[in-house]
């Protein structure tokens, strides 16, 4: 018999505020938290706003040694994953401590603190003859992307497969899918899963301002993220982490936990087509939703909401738009399917995972997130984007998808109860 997979925690540290009740309000009053960036002076940049967490290590308890010498991410990371395991009600020290995994994905890693102390040993990049000393002692935490669940391994005693995924802006689905087959295939009875980034540094705005990919909207911050809308001209980029309790179902019915939901799906697939490019078809898209929904078990008449990737580019709208469109048929018409991008902006990595939760929350609380700032429709995007304001209905079967540079292309399904026969 399959393994089921139950989500029974959460933990967000997100713009707009950490924890996730602050992340929930955000989202059902469809505010956005974008706003000029204060993390370092963005003069010269071309796209200077991006959607900030305000964000303290001391005031959330992390103990001198991670909050002094980890990267911004790695802190998120433990205090998301600090706050799922509470919501989750498990003793993580009263568990078999070979059968408790971790699997966290981060699409940048340590690269602020990376570029902070290049500039200290370089002096501003003037001298190749760079001096070591005066960088962090503990720089090469930064360095290696396995800190970021190597940390949260060692705060909780898991000695089960502990892993960093990092496929891009996927991470985030990838690391819950992985997490999800790692309890299915019954190499584990409890995974620490999620995503978290904290790109929004020179270098990484840098990057993307070479390829026009985020929005030069400086002017009009909380409007500048607008997903499907005819007017959009790119993402604005977001930091920030989310964290979930996996737990075989049984295992957590036995301790009588809380059950959000489970997760019955997921996939992913490449396009082999180009670092940055997508296909007009969404072939490789629909492809994962339709493997993720093999595995559930679920007619595509089944799904409910599809949490959109939604990254506000004219390509990634319309590539999903024909993948969704290509996997539930006539019945994506009538699915409500949206982007909390527009509200909490595009942290890479990490977005995936908040996403997520973002499904999660809106399975407990039967409400659609809508797609803030969604005003003009694109001819080519022909699908309910939610506009603006946040939509109760009847929720089962979530669909969540994703694309990321290097041509991955993600889906997990979450079902909530009654959504599916066991």
Not at 24 to 52: K, M
Not at 79 to 96: K, Y
Request: with cysteine; proline share 6%.
């Amino acid at each position: 018999m399959t393994r089921r997979v139950a989500v029974t925690g959460i933990g967000v540290v997100a713009p707009g505020g950490a924890g996730t009740a602050a992340f929930w309000d955000l989202l059902s009053q469809g505010r956005t938290a974008t706003r000029g960036i204060t993390l370092f002076d963005p003069v010269g940049l071309r796209s200077r706003i991006a959607a900030e967490c305000d964000f303290d290590p001391y005031a959330h308890g992390l103990p001198p040694e991670l909050s002094e010498h980890n990267d911004r991410y790695v802190q998120f990371a433990a205090v998301a994953a600090g706050e799922a395991v509470r919501d989750s009600g498990l003793d993580t020290a009263a568990e078999n401590p070979w059968r408790v995994g971790v699997s966290l994905g981060s699409a940048v890693g340590g690269t602020t603190r990376l570029e902070h102390d290049y500039v200290l040993v370089s002096e501003g990049g003037r001298r190749w003859d760079v001096d070591h000393r005066a960088a962090d002692p503990k720089l090469h935490l930064a360095f290696a992307p396995s800190t970021l669940a190597a940390v949260v391994a060692e705060r909780f005693g898991a000695r089960g497969p502990v892993q960093t995924v990092s496929t891009g802006c996927t991470s985030g689905l990838d690391a819950v899918g992985y997490a999800f087959h790692t309890i299915e295939e019954g190499r584990a009875d409890v995974v620490i899963a999620g995503a978290s980034d904290s790109p929004i540094s020179p270098i990484t705005m840098a990057c993307f301002d070479a390829i026009k990919a985020t929005s030069p909207d400086n002017d009009d911050p909380e409007h500048a993220s607008k997903p499907f809308d005819d007017r959009r001209n790119g993402f604005v980029m977001g930091e920030g982490a989310a964290v979930l309790v996996l737990e075989e179902y049984e295992h957590a019915r036995a301790r009588d936990a809380h059950i959000y939901c489970e997760i019955s799906g997921y996939a992913t697939y490449g396009n082999a087509y180009h670092m940055t490019g997508l296909t007009g078809e969404g072939l490789e898209m629909a492809r994962a939703i339709d493997t993720a929904l093999d595995q559930a078990r679920l007619d595509p008449t089944a799904i409910d909401y599809v949490n959109a990737h939604g990254s506000g580019t004219r390509q990634n709208d319309r590539h999903e738009t024909a993948a969704v469109k290509r996997s539930l048929g006539h019945h994506a018409y009538d699915t409500p399917m949206s982007s909390i991008k527009s509200m909490v902006g595009h942290s890479l990595g990490a977005i995936g995972a908040i996403e997520v939760a973002a499904c999660v929350l809106a399975l407990k609380h039967q409400v659609v997130p809508p797609t803030a700032n969604y005003e003009i429709p694109d001819p080519e995007c022909d699908l309910d984007y939610v506009p603006r304001t946040a939509r109760p209905r009847k929720l089962r079967n979530v669909l969540s998808v994703g694309s990321g540079f290097g041509g991955f292309q993600s889906a997990v399904l979450l079902t909530g109860p009654g959504g599916r026969t066991p």
